[in-house]
C-alpha cells in the first residue's frame, strides 16, 4: 500500500522514465522500431521493475493517467527521433487491460496525437490477445477507430493459442510478437519449433508481420531467420535503455 502511495506521487514527481528497446529486420539489420518500457526512478528502492509496480498499477486505476503519459512521451520520442534523423522509426507502448477498457481511451488518446501533431503511422500500440478477447465488439470499434487516425496494433505476447489467430483476423493488428517463451524453448523443446513455425506461417498468411523476443542467441537468430521471422528483439541485440544510448545505438547500426 505504501507502494501505491508512492506511485500516486511518481507521476508527478517525475519519477517514471521510459526505456527503449530495439526491435531489428532480420533481412536488412536495421533497427525499424523500438518498445517503450516503462522503470520506475523510486527514490529510496532505486530502480523498480514493471513486474512490481504494474500490477499495483493496474489494481489502482494508476496505470490509466500513467498510460497516457506513456503515449505522450512516444509522440515526444517519435519527433526526437526524426529531429535525430530517424524518421521512420516505429515507437510501440504497452497498453494495459484497464487502460484499454478506459471509456475515454479513443478520446484520450485522439487528443495526445492532435495536440503532439506526429506522424501517427509510426505509432504502434501493443495489446494482448486476453485484452482484445474480453469484449470482441469493443476491441473491434476501437480499433477501428484507432487506426483511421493511422495507429498500427500488435499482438503481444503471443503464442500459448495460435488458433485463436483466426478469431483476431477482422481486427486491424498487422504485427505479432512471439512470446519470449518460445524463442527461449528452441533447441530445449521440438514443440517449440513447431509453434514458432505455425505462427509465422499463419501470421504471413494473414497479411501480419512477426516479431520473435527474447531473442539471445546466434542460434535462435538463425533459426528465425531460416524460417522467415520479420524481426527480432532481445539482449543478442540490446537490452532496453534510455533514450539517449538508443540515439547512439541508431546512429552506430542504421
Ligand atoms: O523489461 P520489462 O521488465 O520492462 O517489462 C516487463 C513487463 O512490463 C512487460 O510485460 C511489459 O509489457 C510491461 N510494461 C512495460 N512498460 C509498460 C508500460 O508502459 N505500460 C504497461 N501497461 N505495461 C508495461
Ligand atoms: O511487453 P512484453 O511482455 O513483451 O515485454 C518484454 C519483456 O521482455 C520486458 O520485460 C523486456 O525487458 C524483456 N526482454 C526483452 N528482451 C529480452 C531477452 O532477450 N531476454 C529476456 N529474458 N527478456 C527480454
Ligand atoms: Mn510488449
Ligand atoms: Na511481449
Redesign the pocket.
Known amino acids: 500500500l505504501q507502494l501505491e502511495a508512492d506511485l500516486r506521487n511518481a507521476l508527478r514527481a517525475g519519477e517514471l522514465e521510459?526505456?527503449y528497446?530495439p526491435r531489428v529486420d532480420l533481412i536488412t539489420g536495421e533497427v525499424r522500431g523500438v518498445e517503450?518500457?516503462?522503470?520506475w526512478n523510486h527514490p529510496t528502492r532505486g530502480l523498480v521493475?514493471?513486474?512490481d509496480f504494474?500490477p499495483a498499477?493496474?489494481r489502482s486505476g494508476l496505470?490509466v493517467p500513467?498510460?497516457y503519459w506513456?503515449i505522450e512521451q512516444a509522440c515526444e520520442r517519435l519527433r526526437q527521433a526524426a529531429d535525430a534523423g530517424f524518421p521512420g522509426l516505429v515507437v510501440a507502448?504497452?497498453?494495459?487491460f484497464r487502460?484499454f477498457h478506459d471509456r475515454k481511451m479513443t478520446e484520450t488518446i485522439f487528443r495526445i496525437i492532435f495536440n503532439a501533431n506526429v506522424d501517427t503511422s509510426l505509432l504502434e500500440l501493443?495489446l494482448t490477445e486476453s485484452a482484445m478477447m474480453h469484449d470482441p465488439d469493443y476491441a473491434q470499434r476501437c480499433l477501428r477507430e484507432l487506426s483511421q487516425l493511422g495507429i498500427s496494433f500488435a499482438l503481444?505476447?503471443f503464442g500459448t493459442g495460435y488458433s485463436s489467430l483466426t478469431n483476431l483476423q477482422h481486427l486491424p493488428i498487422s504485427l505479432v510478437k512471439i512470446d519470449k517463451s518460445f524463442v527461449q524453448a528452441l533447441g530445449e523443446s521440438g514443440d517449440s519449433e513447431h509453434i514458432i513455425r505455425a505462427i509465422i506461417s499463419l501470421a504471413h498468411s494473414l497479411q501480419m508481420s512477426v516479431v520473435a523476443e527474447g531473442v539471445e542467441t546466434e542460434g535462435q537468430l538463425d533459426f528465425l531467420r531460416d524460417q522467415h521471422c520479420d524481426e527480432v528483439q532481445g539482449y543478442y541485440y540490446a537490452r532496453?535503455m534510455p533514450w539517449d544510448d538508443l540515439v547512439t545505438f541508431l546512429h552506430d547500426r542504421n
Open positions: 521510459l526505456y528497446q517503450s518500457l516503462i522503470r521493475m514493471p513486474d504494474i498499477a493496474e496505470i500513467i498510460g506513456v507502448v504497452n497498453l494495459s487502460q501493443e503481444d505476447d532496453p
